[in-house]
């Protein structure tokens, strides 16, 4: 059985076996076509999206990625379940230790063919503005999914309400055992849209991701600045992180002491306890000039082609709680006091749809079940 992608065994505890489904490959240049194939079908694979070069290149990223957190690693090959930070629920998904901000993830991000095809997908002019989010990598190692049924990670995103949106798995197939020919799975989920359709509190929430090395949701990520849950969870004592890379300082790695401290990586680590504190508390900290300064000028176009002189008094929605509130007008005399109502206005919750994509063979955009929610008011159900 494959889902978005992951190969998994069929098991004979359950009687959940289809047949396995092999969808068409489409060319990236033929955006005509895949884009009336998405339409038609919710999702579409598009073939040969990066160069071999540079999915060779990924993946030599990946492993130095990896080789910080377990220097013992010599090669993909040598990665098991038990090298990798752990999954927050029954999938591939990795969310922890920095993983979605070391070198492997921004490299697939910030490549040219990447922005291409979601400028394709909307039916935009090249250039175009569009912010990304900065969502979670997908691995899993040869044997993650032995005896377990439950990678099967079927589930429902939310659509906002300026549009439809896709999230996108860029994955990887190496053609060598030492560059991880044996995984299940090497991806990165990617989703994109047009900057106008972001609230203005995404850019300082998203930008504080990529300081702090926490990992966005997808399409709430994209238009709302939401967070995976993990984004609060302090580091677990004797793992190792990653420490995304700033203007002028590279990704490196440091050791989480007993009471979840950095320990010593080198005296002269550039702000290491803006690197070490949680994106909720980078947003209390620093405005997004501030954010935007650190971060690397590839890292902070992603986020917001435009400068943020214009977004300089926007406000997370974390900083206010998810929620603002306005105060009518006093009663006029004569009044009853119970007519002040206070009106609590909340901050929408769209989510959004799904969209599949693979890297250096195929890719896919997919809007699985979104379809019919891209449709749905914005807060008809909370992120996902």
């Given at each position: 059985v494959v889902h978005q992608g992951h190969t998994c065994s069929s098991s004979s505890r359950s009687s959940f076996d289809p047949p396995l489904h092999r969808p068409r490959f489409f060319a990236a240049t033929d955006g005509a076509d895949w884009r009336r194939s998405l339409k038609?079908?919710?999702?579409?694979?598009?073939?040969?999206?990066?160069?071999?070069?540079?999915?060779?290149?990924?993946?030599?990223?990946?492993?130095?990625?990896?080789?910080?957190?377990?220097?013992?690693?010599?090669?993909?090959?040598?990665?098991?379940?038990?090298?990798?930070?752990?999954?927050?629920?029954?999938?591939?998904?990795?969310?922890?230790?920095?993983?979605?901000?070391?070198?492997?993830?921004?490299?697939?991000?910030?490549?040219?063919?990447?922005?291409?095809?979601?400028?394709?997908?909307?039916?935009?002019?090249?250039?175009?503005?569009?912010?990304?989010?900065?969502?979670v990598v997908a691995l899993a190692p040869q044997g993650s999914s032995a005896g377990s049924r439950s990678r099967q990670w079927l589930h429902l995103d939310y659509s906002p309400?300026?549009?439809?949106?896709?999230?996108?798995?860029?994955?990887?197939?190496?053609?060598?055992?030492?560059?991880?020919?044996?995984?299940?799975?090497?991806a990165v989920m990617i989703c994109k849209a047009p900057s106008k359709w972001r609230a203005p509190s995404a850019v300082h929430a998203l930008l504080?991701?990529?300081?702090?090395?926490?990992?966005?949701?997808?399409?709430?990520?994209?238009?709302?600045?939401?967070?995976?849950?993990?984004?609060?969870?302090?580091?677990?004592?004797?793992?190792?992180?990653?420490?995304?890379?700033?203007?002028?300082?590279?990704?490196?790695?440091?050791?989480?002491?007993?009471?979840?401290?950095?320990?010593?990586?080198?005296?002269?680590?550039?702000?290491?306890?803006l690197r070490w504190a949680t994106p909720q508390e980078a947003m209390r900290r620093l405005d997004v000039s501030k954010l935007w300064e650190?971060?690397?000028?590839?890292?902070?176009?992603?986020i917001s082609p435009e400068q943020p002189r214009a977004l300089r008094q926007a406000v997370s929605p974390f900083i206010r709680e998810l929620s603002l509130f306005t105060f009518p007008e006093p009663p006029k005399t004569g009044e009853p006091l119970d007519r002040r109502r206070r009106t609590r206005s909340k901050v929408s919750r769209n989510m959004s749809a799904d969209v599949s994509r693979h890297p250096g063979t195929p890719v896919s955009l997919s809007e699985p079940v979104a379809v019919a929610a891209a449709a749905a008011p914005a807060e008809a159900a909370p992120p996902s």
């Open positions: 038609e079908e919710g999702y579409v694979t598009v073939a040969d999206v990066l160069p071999p070069e540079d999915v060779d290149e990924a993946l030599r990223l990946l492993l130095c990625d990896l080789q910080r957190l377990r220097p013992e690693l010599s090669s993909l090959e040598e990665v098991r379940e038990c090298h990798l930070p752990p999954p927050s629920s029954a999938n591939d998904l990795r969310a922890r230790a920095g993983l979605c901000h070391g070198e492997f993830a921004w490299f697939l991000r910030c490549h040219p063919r990447v922005s291409q095809l979601f400028e394709q997908l909307f039916e935009l002019p090249p250039g175009s503005p569009l912010t990304g989010s900065v969502d309400r300026k549009g439809r949106i896709w999230q996108a798995t860029l994955q990887l197939f190496p053609k060598t055992a030492s560059m991880g020919a044996g995984w299940e799975r090497i504080s991701c990529c300081l702090t090395g926490a990992a966005s949701r997808a399409t709430a990520g994209v238009t709302l600045g939401l967070m995976h849950g993990e984004s609060k969870e302090a580091p677990s004592p004797g793992t190792r992180r990653l420490l995304p890379a700033l203007v002028g300082a590279p990704v490196v790695a440091a050791s989480v002491g007993p009471e979840g401290q950095p320990l010593a990586v080198a005296a002269d680590v550039p702000h290491l306890d650190l971060l690397p000028p590839e890292v902070r176009t992603y």
